[in-house]
């Protein structure tokens, strides 16, 4: 996913199941999660260059944050708040 912007969203820009995304230059501003993997699943995500705006609670939301499948990595990335 390429040159991709959120805005308002009311629980997460991107909600996932092992979809393996690489993600570069997002822009995400005034929500709650950027992205949120479904209960029970693992994620590889892969994200560069992105703008997190006032997000309120994570970037990157797990309830399987255990697993050992989950392959995380963020270059670039920034954090600002309003």
Known sequence: MVD???EGQRKAA???QQ???TIVRLHAKD???VVEVDSSYFEKLY???CLFDN????AVSFTNEYSA??????????????
């Open 14 to 16: 991107i909600k996932t």
């Open 55 to 58: 997000v309120k609670s994570a």
């Open 31 to 33: 929500m709650p999660v």
């Open 4 to 6: 991709t912007y959120f």
């Open 69 to 82: 499948q989950n392959q995380i990595k963020a270059e670039a990335t920034i954090e600002s708040s309003a």
């Open 19 to 21: 979809a393996g995304l």
């Open 47 to 49: 994200m560069e260059n």
